[in-house]
């Protein structure tokens, strides 16, 4: 039950007028009486420990898919579906994104799980939840008796003045934001899917990002879980200097794993929070729960698991940094490794770590670089193993789908033999074009330039 106070009294109408349920209330009302009592979230370099040795999921033995096999049918998988892809222009669900072959991202996302028979739960938010359900419905195959969905919840952003909520008359919905990916347990409790799955017979869920078209069910990955009878389970892959400003794995001094994100470390210990060489691994966001034991862990805690709080500081309008300075508390969904007892990460490769976050992103998975196979992953084609080559497009032109797809009309050009791709100024280019090895493309005309129809590209093109 929420404890009133004055100073809460005003979130307690807001949210209470929302319909917003009170195990949810008193979760928000527990991180904002952390703020007022002067908690940052900080989670500072001297009570941490880097990790330096974790179980290699590439090493697994073959004994373990068979045990993952076994356990499919007691298993859901969980994608966080939350996100318009805003940074890229969209106003829809980003998931809806044709990425490949005409297939969006909850497209593959369906047929893998149709593929597995298993369930498949997509955590929503308010934005996406019709347009995703709409697009399911292609799917009747799917889920039988459980729901598509459930929807996370939303909580007041907190003026930075006064702890009050703010108000913004000119767009009141950006007086309010996502309590971050942490709430996905609060929103199974709420929305009773946990005990329903628990009900039908589940005892295993996988949880991924809905753009990340590395994070499909992996039978040894699911056995080792089993086997080895892990309550929490994170998947981590190796640090590179692309990954520095991401949360990183780390432990105790008591030896207790957990998550560190950026908005968590303080910013005296920044340069060592992007060592990569002392945190070698980050967080793919790809979680295995034990779900009997997430919900006894739930219900012994007043429906709160506890989760370190992460205090965003924000303009309530992020697209205008004059705007009132707001907090919004946040948590992360990888950050119960620190709750459960027994709680493993394990190192994959990674290739289980293809996210779509930037037009660079999506302009390599739709090219001929990458093959949707017929139990619908998506793996680098031929000879190429990495997942990762360097693709860095003009932001100025091309970082939104729209401005990418009007650059190029007829499909993306041949990269299977690309090693990098760097595009300066405004190109607009032809059919069939082929790039090879290392091209940059340089434009500094001031109008558009078309590479014509079937050009090969290599080496460095300068205009004028």
């Not at 005003?10 to 008193?26: C, S, V």
């Not at 005990?195 to 990340?212: H, M, Q, T």
């Not at 490769?349 to 739709?366: G, Y």
Request: with cysteine; charged share 25%.
């Amino acid at each position: 039950m929420t404890i009133m106070t004055p100073t809460f009294s005003p979130f307690l109408t807001r949210m209470k007028a929302e319909g917003l349920p009170q195990i949810f209330i008193d979760t928000f009302a527990h991180y904002y009486k952390q703020l007022l009592t002067g908690q940052t979230g900080y989670i500072p370099e001297d009570e941490i420990e880097s990790v330096t040795q974790i179980p290699n999921a590439e090493e697994f033995p073959k004994r373990l898919e068979t045990i993952g096999k076994y356990a499919l049918a007691k298993t859901a998988v969980i994608k966080l579906n939350g996100g318009l892809g805003t940074s890229m222009g969209l106003e829809k669900a980003k998931s809806l994104l044709p990425v490949k072959d005409g297939y969006s991202f909850l497209d593959i996302i369906a047929r893998q799980a149709q593929l597995a028979n298993v369930p498949l739960l997509l955590m929503n938010s308010f934005s996406t939840e019709a347009d995703s359900l709409a697009l399911l419905e292609k799917y009747p195959n799917l889920n039988h008796a459980l729901p598509h969905s459930f929807l996370q919840h939303k909580e007041p952003k907190i003026r930075r003045e006064d702890f009050q909520p703010v108000t913004w008359p000119e767009n009141p919905e950006l007086e309010w934001c996502p309590p971050g990916h942490g709430d996905i347990y609060t929103a199974l409790i709420t929305s009773e899917i946990l005990p329903d799955l628990l009900e039908k017979g589940y005892e295993y869920a996988f949880v991924s990002n809905a753009d990340n078209l590395g994070a499909v069910v992996d039978l040894s990955i699911l056995g080792y879980l089993v086997d080895n009878e892990i309550p929490f389970m994170m998947e981590v892959a190796d640090r590179t200097e692309m990954d520095k400003k991401g949360g990183h794995l780390a432990q105790r001094l008591d030896g207790q794993l957990i998550l560190r994100e950026s908005a968590q470390c303080p910013p005296e210990d920044t340069a060592v929070f992007q060592d990569i060489e002392r945190y070698k691994y980050f967080n793919t966001n790809n979680l295995w729960f034990h779900l009997p034991t997430l919900y006894r862990q739930m219900q012994a805690h007043d429906y709160r698991l506890g989760l370190p709080m992460i205090r965003n500081s924000k303009t309530v309008d992020p697209r205008d940094p004059d705007s009132t300075p707001v907090y919004q508390l946040e948590t992360a969904m990888g950050s119960a490794i620190a709750v459960f007892n027994g709680a493993q990460a394990i190192r994959v490769p990674r290739s289980r770590f293809a996210p779509v976050k930037t037009s660079n992103d999506l302009l390599a998975v739709r090219s001929d670089a990458y093959t949707l196979t017929e139990d619908f992953r998506i793996v680098p084609s031929g000879h190429r193993r990495m997942r990762q080559f360097n693709i860095n497009l003009d932001g100025r032109f091309y970082k939104y789908v729209s401005d990418l797809e009007a650059r190029f009309p007829y499909g993306v050009p041949s990269l299977v033999h690309n090693h990098r791709l760097v595009v300066e100024g405004d190109f607009c280019f032809g059919k069939d074009v082929v790039c090879q090895e290392d091209v940059w493309l340089r434009n500094e005309t001031g109008t558009q330039i078309h590479i014509p129809d079937g050009t090969v590209l290599a080496g460095k093109l300068h205009y004028p």
